[in-house]
Protein backbone atom coordinates (compact mmCIF):
# COMPACT_ATOMS: atom_id res chain seq x y z
CA UNK A 1 0.00 0.00 0.00
CA UNK A 2 1.04 3.76 -0.85
CA UNK A 3 1.94 5.33 2.71
CA UNK A 4 1.97 8.70 3.82
CA UNK A 5 5.46 8.77 6.03
CA UNK A 6 5.60 11.66 8.19
CA UNK A 7 8.35 12.99 10.23
CA UNK A 8 7.85 10.92 13.71
CA UNK A 9 7.03 7.64 13.80
CA UNK A 10 4.14 6.70 16.34
CA UNK A 11 5.11 5.53 19.55
CA UNK A 12 2.14 4.90 20.45
CA UNK A 13 -1.14 4.76 17.94
CA UNK A 14 -4.40 5.52 18.90
CA UNK A 15 -7.16 3.12 18.94
CA UNK A 16 -11.24 4.03 18.70
CA UNK A 17 -12.51 3.87 21.39
CA UNK A 18 -16.24 4.32 20.97
CA UNK A 19 -18.17 5.03 17.97
CA UNK A 20 -21.55 6.93 17.13
CA UNK A 21 -23.87 7.73 14.72
CA UNK A 22 -24.52 10.84 14.08
CA UNK A 23 -28.38 11.42 14.60
CA UNK A 24 -30.76 13.82 13.02
CA UNK A 25 -32.24 17.02 15.40
CA UNK A 26 -34.65 19.71 14.51
CA UNK A 27 -32.24 22.90 14.78
CA UNK A 28 -32.66 26.76 14.05
CA UNK A 29 -36.25 27.40 12.47
CA UNK A 30 -37.24 24.34 9.86
CA UNK A 31 -33.71 22.86 9.95
CA UNK A 32 -32.32 20.17 10.74
CA UNK A 33 -28.91 18.74 11.55
CA UNK A 34 -26.52 15.51 12.10
CA UNK A 35 -25.46 16.20 16.14
CA UNK A 36 -22.82 13.49 17.52
CA UNK A 37 -21.30 15.59 20.14
CA UNK A 38 -23.92 17.82 22.44
CA UNK A 39 -26.36 14.43 22.24
CA UNK A 40 -27.40 12.95 25.24
CA UNK A 41 -25.03 10.03 24.40
CA UNK A 42 -21.96 12.28 24.34
CA UNK A 43 -22.86 15.58 26.23
CA UNK A 44 -19.34 17.05 26.24
CA UNK A 45 -15.68 15.88 25.44
CA UNK A 46 -13.32 17.74 26.68
CA UNK A 47 -12.84 20.57 24.78
CA UNK A 48 -15.61 20.33 22.02
CA UNK A 49 -19.28 21.18 23.34
CA UNK A 50 -21.38 20.52 19.71
CA UNK A 51 -20.63 18.66 16.60
CA UNK A 52 -23.03 19.35 13.89
CA UNK A 53 -23.61 18.60 10.11
CA UNK A 54 -26.10 20.65 8.85
CA UNK A 55 -27.42 20.05 5.48
CA UNK A 56 -30.11 23.72 5.04
CA UNK A 57 -32.23 24.44 2.41
CA UNK A 58 -33.82 28.28 2.56
CA UNK A 59 -36.27 29.50 4.01
CA UNK A 60 -34.56 26.98 6.82
CA UNK A 61 -32.13 28.69 9.06
CA UNK A 62 -30.16 29.65 12.44
CA UNK A 63 -32.44 33.18 12.80
CA UNK A 64 -30.64 35.70 15.26
CA UNK A 65 -29.36 33.83 18.37
CA UNK A 66 -26.69 34.54 21.02
CA UNK A 67 -23.73 32.89 21.93
CA UNK A 68 -21.67 33.28 24.92
CA UNK A 69 -18.23 31.48 26.52
CA UNK A 70 -17.01 29.36 23.52
CA UNK A 71 -15.95 29.22 19.82
CA UNK A 72 -18.16 28.34 16.74
CA UNK A 73 -15.88 26.73 13.88
CA UNK A 74 -18.25 26.77 10.46
CA UNK A 75 -16.85 25.11 7.58
CA UNK A 76 -18.62 24.62 3.87
CA UNK A 77 -18.91 21.65 2.25
CA UNK A 78 -21.67 22.75 -0.43
CA UNK A 79 -23.45 25.99 -1.42
CA UNK A 80 -23.20 29.36 0.87
CA UNK A 81 -24.18 30.90 3.85
CA UNK A 82 -24.74 34.20 5.05
CA UNK A 83 -24.01 35.52 8.45
CA UNK A 84 -24.87 38.91 9.88
CA UNK A 85 -24.34 39.96 13.48
CA UNK A 86 -24.97 43.01 15.71
CA UNK A 87 -22.19 44.67 14.76
CA UNK A 88 -23.07 45.07 11.50
CA UNK A 89 -20.89 42.97 10.18
CA UNK A 90 -22.21 40.77 7.23
CA UNK A 91 -20.64 38.05 5.21
CA UNK A 92 -20.95 35.35 3.19
CA UNK A 93 -19.23 31.60 3.89
CA UNK A 94 -18.97 29.44 0.60
CA UNK A 95 -17.69 26.03 -0.17
CA UNK A 96 -14.81 25.14 1.48
CA UNK A 97 -14.48 28.65 3.63
CA UNK A 98 -13.96 28.87 7.13
CA UNK A 99 -15.51 31.20 9.21
CA UNK A 100 -13.71 30.91 13.14
CA UNK A 101 -15.96 33.10 15.69
CA UNK A 102 -14.68 33.83 18.92
CA UNK A 103 -18.23 34.83 20.88
CA UNK A 104 -16.54 35.72 24.15
CA UNK A 105 -18.44 37.87 26.43
CA UNK A 106 -21.24 38.05 23.51
CA UNK A 107 -22.53 37.87 20.30
CA UNK A 108 -25.90 37.60 18.52
CA UNK A 109 -25.74 36.39 15.09
CA UNK A 110 -28.01 34.60 12.04
CA UNK A 111 -27.06 32.41 10.15
CA UNK A 112 -29.42 31.51 6.92
CA UNK A 113 -28.74 30.05 2.86
CA UNK A 114 -27.51 32.07 0.98
CA UNK A 115 -29.17 31.31 -2.39
CA UNK A 116 -31.10 28.72 -3.66
CA UNK A 117 -30.16 25.06 -3.26
CA UNK A 118 -28.77 23.42 -0.15
CA UNK A 119 -25.87 24.63 2.10
CA UNK A 120 -23.76 22.15 3.73
CA UNK A 121 -21.03 21.71 6.00
CA UNK A 122 -19.97 21.40 9.57
CA UNK A 123 -20.08 23.50 13.15
CA UNK A 124 -17.75 22.55 15.86
CA UNK A 125 -18.35 24.19 19.08
CA UNK A 126 -15.10 24.59 21.37
CA UNK A 127 -15.56 25.49 25.11
CA UNK A 128 -13.03 28.43 25.95
CA UNK A 129 -11.14 28.33 29.13
CA UNK A 130 -12.40 30.08 32.27
CA UNK A 131 -10.16 33.16 31.66
CA UNK A 132 -11.04 33.53 27.93
CA UNK A 133 -14.63 32.87 28.17
CA UNK A 134 -15.23 36.84 28.64
CA UNK A 135 -12.79 38.09 26.37
CA UNK A 136 -14.22 40.71 23.91
CA UNK A 137 -15.48 38.55 20.20
CA UNK A 138 -13.46 38.09 17.36
CA UNK A 139 -13.39 36.51 13.75
CA UNK A 140 -11.07 35.05 12.11
CA UNK A 141 -12.26 33.50 8.73
CA UNK A 142 -10.58 32.16 5.32
CA UNK A 143 -11.46 31.96 1.76
CA UNK A 144 -11.41 28.06 0.19
CA UNK A 145 -7.79 29.24 -1.48
CA UNK A 146 -6.42 30.61 1.58
CA UNK A 147 -6.70 27.31 3.69
CA UNK A 148 -2.93 25.25 3.69
CA UNK A 149 -2.81 22.61 1.58
CA UNK A 150 -0.60 19.69 1.43
CA UNK A 151 -0.55 16.15 0.16
CA UNK A 152 1.68 12.92 -0.27
CA UNK A 153 1.21 10.32 -2.08
CA UNK A 154 -1.91 9.44 -2.28
CA UNK A 155 -3.02 11.85 0.90
CA UNK A 156 -4.33 15.39 0.86
CA UNK A 157 -5.08 17.67 3.32
CA UNK A 158 -6.38 20.91 4.26
CA UNK A 159 -5.22 22.12 7.41
CA UNK A 160 -7.65 24.20 9.07
CA UNK A 161 -6.42 24.61 11.95
CA UNK A 162 -2.91 23.08 13.71
CA UNK A 163 -0.27 21.27 11.47
CA UNK A 164 0.24 18.15 9.03
CA UNK A 165 3.13 17.47 6.74
CA UNK A 166 4.77 20.42 8.25
CA UNK A 167 2.31 22.78 7.31
CA UNK A 168 0.94 24.90 9.99
CA UNK A 169 -2.44 26.98 9.66
CA UNK A 170 -2.04 30.85 10.67
CA UNK A 171 -5.52 30.02 12.36
CA UNK A 172 -5.04 31.19 16.13
CA UNK A 173 -6.69 28.93 18.60
CA UNK A 174 -7.35 29.97 22.39
CA UNK A 175 -7.77 26.11 23.20
CA UNK A 176 -4.95 24.28 21.17
CA UNK A 177 -6.42 22.69 18.38
CA UNK A 178 -5.92 20.72 15.58
CA UNK A 179 -8.66 20.58 12.67
CA UNK A 180 -7.35 18.68 9.56
CA UNK A 181 -9.47 17.50 6.68
CA UNK A 182 -8.38 14.40 4.94
CA UNK A 183 -8.88 12.35 1.60
CA UNK A 184 -7.17 9.18 0.91
CA UNK A 185 -7.52 7.74 -1.95
CA UNK A 186 -8.22 3.58 -2.70
CA UNK A 187 -4.89 2.02 -0.68
CA UNK A 188 -3.46 4.89 0.48
CA UNK A 189 -2.37 4.94 4.26
CA UNK A 190 -1.93 7.70 6.62
CA UNK A 191 0.33 8.54 9.99
CA UNK A 192 -0.92 11.82 11.58
CA UNK A 193 0.63 12.95 15.05
CA UNK A 194 -1.75 14.25 17.97
CA UNK A 195 0.08 15.76 21.06
CA UNK A 196 -0.55 12.74 23.55
CA UNK A 197 -2.35 15.02 26.22
CA UNK A 198 -5.12 16.30 23.42
CA UNK A 199 -7.96 14.24 23.14
CA UNK A 200 -9.37 13.64 19.64
CA UNK A 201 -11.81 12.51 17.03
CA UNK A 202 -12.92 11.62 13.45
CA UNK A 203 -15.77 12.59 11.85
CA UNK A 204 -15.93 10.72 8.55
CA UNK A 205 -17.94 12.38 5.33
CA UNK A 206 -17.67 10.51 2.29
CA UNK A 207 -16.17 7.14 1.26
CA UNK A 208 -15.05 4.19 3.76
CA UNK A 209 -11.74 4.22 5.84
CA UNK A 210 -9.96 2.00 8.58
CA UNK A 211 -8.78 4.04 11.60
CA UNK A 212 -6.88 2.94 14.40
CA UNK A 213 -6.06 -0.54 13.69
CA UNK A 214 -5.38 -1.93 10.33
CA UNK A 215 -7.74 -5.15 11.31
CA UNK A 216 -10.80 -3.51 12.00
CA UNK A 217 -13.82 -2.80 10.02
CA UNK A 218 -14.08 -0.02 7.59
CA UNK A 219 -16.32 3.29 8.70
CA UNK A 220 -18.57 5.27 6.90
CA UNK A 221 -20.42 8.52 6.21
CA UNK A 222 -21.80 10.46 9.28
CA UNK A 223 -19.91 8.28 12.39
CA UNK A 224 -18.03 9.95 14.49
CA UNK A 225 -14.84 8.05 16.05
CA UNK A 226 -14.06 8.91 19.89
CA UNK A 227 -9.54 8.19 19.85
CA UNK A 228 -8.32 6.98 23.21
CA UNK A 229 -4.67 7.99 24.14
CA UNK A 230 -1.35 7.95 22.14
CA UNK A 231 0.81 10.07 19.71
CA UNK A 232 -0.93 9.71 16.48
CA UNK A 233 -3.75 8.06 14.65
CA UNK A 234 -2.78 5.58 11.70
CA UNK A 235 -5.64 5.88 9.47
CA UNK A 236 -5.73 2.98 5.63
CA UNK A 237 -8.24 3.42 2.35
CA UNK A 238 -8.94 -0.07 0.89
CA UNK A 239 -12.04 0.63 -0.76
CA UNK A 240 -11.87 1.25 -4.37
CA UNK A 241 -13.34 5.24 -3.44
CA UNK A 242 -11.82 8.19 -1.92
CA UNK A 243 -12.32 8.38 1.94
CA UNK A 244 -13.04 11.77 3.25
CA UNK A 245 -12.69 12.51 6.84
CA UNK A 246 -11.90 15.62 9.39
CA UNK A 247 -9.16 14.68 12.08
CA UNK A 248 -9.79 17.09 15.12
CA UNK A 249 -8.15 17.45 18.40
CA UNK A 250 -7.71 19.69 21.04
CA UNK A 251 -6.26 20.19 24.45
CA UNK A 252 -8.33 19.59 27.45
CA UNK A 253 -9.95 22.69 29.73
CA UNK A 254 -10.39 20.31 32.77
CA UNK A 255 -12.78 23.08 34.01
CA UNK A 256 -16.30 22.47 35.29
CA UNK A 257 -18.95 23.20 32.43
CA UNK A 258 -22.47 24.72 32.90
CA UNK A 259 -24.31 25.13 29.81
CA UNK A 260 -27.71 26.33 29.03
CA UNK A 261 -28.17 26.38 25.43
CA UNK A 262 -25.81 28.86 23.32
CA UNK A 263 -24.42 29.94 26.64
CA UNK A 264 -21.52 27.47 28.19
CA UNK A 265 -19.69 28.87 31.12
CA UNK A 266 -18.03 27.52 34.56
CA UNK A 267 -21.08 27.47 37.08
CA UNK A 268 -24.92 27.75 37.44
CA UNK A 269 -24.32 31.38 38.93
CA UNK A 270 -22.44 32.80 35.60
CA UNK A 271 -25.57 31.18 33.38
CA UNK A 272 -27.90 32.96 35.61
CA UNK A 273 -25.87 36.01 35.43
CA UNK A 274 -25.95 35.70 31.49
CA UNK A 275 -28.97 35.49 30.74
CA UNK A 276 -29.60 38.91 33.07
CA UNK A 277 -27.16 39.92 30.59
CA UNK A 278 -29.18 39.17 27.63
CA UNK A 279 -32.67 39.75 28.67
CA UNK A 280 -31.35 43.18 29.87
CA UNK A 281 -29.06 43.96 27.30
CA UNK A 282 -25.54 44.19 28.98
CA UNK A 283 -22.36 43.31 29.56
CA UNK A 284 -21.44 42.52 25.98
CA UNK A 285 -25.60 42.38 24.73
CA UNK A 286 -25.91 46.38 24.29
CA UNK A 287 -26.75 46.15 20.64
CA UNK A 288 -28.77 42.93 20.76
CA UNK A 289 -31.94 45.96 22.08
CA UNK A 290 -32.18 47.15 18.52
CA UNK A 291 -30.79 44.81 16.46
CA UNK A 292 -32.60 42.65 13.73
CA UNK A 293 -30.77 40.82 11.16
CA UNK A 294 -31.99 41.04 7.25
CA UNK A 295 -32.78 37.70 7.47
CA UNK A 296 -35.33 37.96 10.57
CA UNK A 297 -37.02 41.11 9.54
CA UNK A 298 -37.72 39.69 5.91
CA UNK A 299 -39.39 36.35 7.53
CA UNK A 300 -41.08 39.45 10.10
CA UNK A 301 -42.46 41.47 7.18
Same mark, same amino acid.
Given at each position: ????????????????????????????????????????????????????????????????????????????????????????????????????????????????????????????????????????????????????????????????????????????????????????????????????? =? /??????????? @?? &?????? %? #????????????????? =? /??????????? @?? &?????? %? #?????????????????????????????????????????????
Amino acid at each position: MAETELACVLQKPRHVVRKFQARPQREGEGAFVKRSIGRFELKYFDPFLVLDEFSVTAPAGFPDHPHRGFETVTYMLEGAMKHEDFEGRKGTIKAGDLQWMTAGRGVVHSEMPAAQGTAKGLQLWINLSSSNKMIEPRYQELQSKDIARAARTGVEVRIVAGESMGIRSPVHTRTPTMYLDFTLKPSAHLRQPIPPS =W /NSFVYVLEGEG @VF &GMEKTG %P #VGPHNLLLLGQGDGLHV =W /NKSGKPVRFVL @VG &GEPLGE %P #VAQLGPFVMNSEEEIDRTIDDFQLCINGFEKAKYWRSEATMDIEG
